[in-house]
């Protein structure tokens, strides 16, 4: 079996495989730190998937030079990255969404029309849709510099609806494979529009 370092020096130097095999070594801790938590209105694979995006965030920036374990510094930013999506869904619960614009609605002269059936909330008047257009134009170029081309393949599906048996069946890509995809596309997401 190969160590942690190894895998963490190999992953940070673009090796998807070590990334991949880090974020299945370290899933049942994950699920171990999600139980203890809840969010109202959200169900435990929610807790998880913040969980796991945590665990990526590990595997970005963790630093041996710190004198901590790997699992040690993993476990942090799991706690971290649940505790603070917590926060947020408890701030966010009164939220309305009457504001929101489906970025279909963009995209009916695009290639991309297929691309992204979900929701960006907006304050929306009839003056803003063209401003609006464009910046869904640029959300999306931004999105494929981030991706890779596999990951922007699951990303198409998963927001199509697919399940992510029928993903793997589509990519001929294993479940867990999906599942470690769809947590570093989130994690790199969240990074986006953080910096934002």
């Known amino acids: 079996m190969i160590d942690d370092e190894t895998l963490l020096q190999k992953a940070n130097m673009g090796d998807e495989n070590a990334e991949n095999t880090l974020l299945e070594r370290y899933k049942s801790l994950v699920v171990k730190i999600a139980r203890g938590y809840f ?9 998880v998937q ?11 920036g963790y630093n ?3 004198n901590t374990t790997f699992k040690t510094f993993a476990t942090m930013c799991i ?8 926060k947020k869904a408890n701030t966010k619960k009164n939220s309305p969404l009457t504001n929101s ?17 979900v929701n960006l909330i907006f304050q929306v008047s009839p003056d803003e849709k063209i401003i609006n257009k464009e910046r869904y ?7 494929r510099k ?21 993903i793997g ?27 934002n």
Do not use: W
């Open 101 to 117: 614009v489906s970025l279909q609605s963009f995209s009916e002269n695009s290639d991309d029309d297929d691309f992204l059936p």
């Open 137 to 143: 134009k640029r959300l999306l170029e931004e999105i």
């Open 64 to 66: 041996k030079s710190k």
């Open 146 to 166: 981030m991706l890779s081309e596999k990951e922007m393949q699951v990303l198409r599906l998963y927001l199509k609806g697919y399940t992510y048996k029928e």
């Open 79 to 86: 706690k971290h990255q649940i505790q603070s999506a917590i």
């Open 50 to 60: 913040e969980g796991m995006i945590g665990l990526y965030k590990a595997i970005k």
């Open 169 to 195: 069946e589509i990519l001929k890509m294993p479940y867990k494979s999906i599942d470690n995809s769809l947590s570093r596309i989130k994690a790199k997401l969240k990074e986006k529009i953080k910096s």
């Open 39 to 47: 969010i109202l209105g959200g169900e435990m694979e929610d807790i």
